[in-house]
């Protein structure tokens, strides 16, 4: 699919855990309304599972023949064997997410126009999702800080697909318009599973929210997909009732459990199933830190009551989150805690990094949505602006680029697939 490249000599403007300094040695001015240069923004990311529960696909294709599903191939380590597997690209869960957090934001935002492809530059959607070249400056070009990687379905397409023959009838004579009529369509089939991942970097927790706005929403309403008749669209997957959702969240961006990532040649749902099974189990994190080095402590605090305590987040919240660093134990040393569904690695006080699981990790998101909404109710685009202005012209000024996050990721970048996606 072709990208739109970043400008040459484009200034790339990112973030990094501390407030920036221009190459002229001076601060940059630090942001309260955009995660781009503020102080207190975290690395969130987000796993999920999506489960097709009737028929759906990907994208529009009312308009020609036959509406091919994307597909690709991937190979399987242990014999070398080929699968075809269903993609459900980053690009399009973007756009899909991008509209409906524009959509969240026009209910209160008194500045310019802004939509897919009429990005307005200057707007806190903007800053958040990216874009290329201003108006007043061709060459900032605002690096996204939400990452959608690309989903490669669990289960194969000899078993996940069906065609689909559909009789277009001419509105006026009510006859089927013969042969150029019947409109073929490939549909993926209830029970195919989707492993999704997010990542947000350096975010707010207002910009954690207006992802969670969207990825909440769109899963609920089934956006995401065409052709949701009857029970189509897709929810999250569950396990003994709990839905499959982490939620990892940490101040530095430091994440000594990993993600729970399902391998793309995995064609067995229990096996996939297994992977977020295990990400919860502290037995078998403790022993994979211990693999590394680490002595670990695990400490379980399971309340009789398993049902989601909507006061904890608070209460962790004031709790120790990784500011008071007065009793930091050697960095070999790791606290494992887990209580309810949120599980902390701890190193001393120090909060390393929380992970939300189930029906927390759908709290942490639901929570974060509601104060999406409100900041984005009370946020004047006077002030915003004012604020990304002054950030302009300090990096103008410096006459250079700002550390610029060096993925190389287009993926990252404003794609053309924004405009297209449905
Ligand atoms: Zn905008």
Redesign the pocket.
């Known amino acids: 699919m072709p990208r739109k490249k970043s400008q040459p000599n484009a200034t790339e403007v990112s973030q990094v855990d501390t407030a920036q300094v221009s190459s002229a040695g001076n601060p940059l001015p630090e942001t309260i309304h955009t995660g781009v240069n503020a102080q207190n923004t975290k690395t969130v990311l987000v796993s999920a599972v999506l489960e097709v529960t009737g028929q759906v696909r990907f994208g529009d294709g009312t308009d020609v023949g036959l509406t091919v599903t994307e597909t690709d191939m991937v190979l399987r380590p242990s014999d070398g064997a080929q699968l075809q597997k269903f993609i459900f690209a980053g690009s399009k869960r973007r756009g899909v997410d991008r509209r409906t957090i524009h959509e969240l934001r026009d209910q209160h935002w008194n ?2 126009p ?1 939509y897919i492809p009429n ?8 800053w958040l999702y990216g ?1 290329t070249g201003t108006t007043q400056n061709k060459n900032i070009n605002a690096k996204s800080r939400v990452l959608y990687a690309s989903s490669v379905s669990v289960e194969e397409v000899q078993i996940g697909r069906n065609t689909h023959s559909r009789n277009q009838v001419d509105e006026k004579t009510q006859m089927t318009a013969g042969a150029a009529g019947i409109h073929e369509e490939e549909i993926i089939v209830a029970g195919v599973h989707f492993p999704t991942y997010t990542a947000l970097v350096h975010v707010l927790d207002w910009e954690i929210g207006a992802f969670a706005h969207a990825f909440l929403e769109n899963v609920n309403s089934n956006r995401y997909t065409a052709a949701s008749r009857a029970q189509g669209g897709m929810k999250f997957a569950e396990h003994e009732g709990k839905p499959l959702v982490i939620v990892d969240e940490s101040v530095q961006g430091i994440f000594p459990l990993p993600a729970p990532k399902i391998p793309g040649w995995e064609n067995n749902w229990q096996a996939a199933r297994a992977v977020f099974q295990d990400a919860v189990n502290t037995d078998r994190l403790q022993f994979a830190l211990q693999e590394q080095g680490f002595t670990v402590t695990v400490q379980k605090d399971e309340p009789q009551d398993q049902s989601p305590n909507p006061n904890a987040t608070e209460q962790e919240g004031q709790d120790d989150e990784g500011k008071d660093k007065q009793e930091t134990l050697p960095s070999d040393q790791l606290v494992l805690q887990k209580q309810g569904g949120v599980i902390k690695v701890k190193c001393g006080n120090d909060v390393i990094m929380t992970r939300y699981v189930g029906a927390r990790a759908l709290g942490y998101l639901r929570q974060r949505q509601l104060e999406a909404k409100s900041t984005l109710m009370d946020l004047k685009a006077d002030s915003f602006q004012t604020e990304i202005q002054t950030y302009l012209g300090a990096i103008t000024k410096s006459g250079q680029a700002p550390q610029a996050m060096a993925t190389g990721d287009e993926d990252t970048g404003e794609s053309s697939d924004d405009g297209r996606a449905d």
Do not use: A, T
Not at 119 to 126: D, G, K, T, V, Y
């Open positions: 500045g310019d802004c990005l307005c530059c200057n707007c806190p959607i903007c874009f």
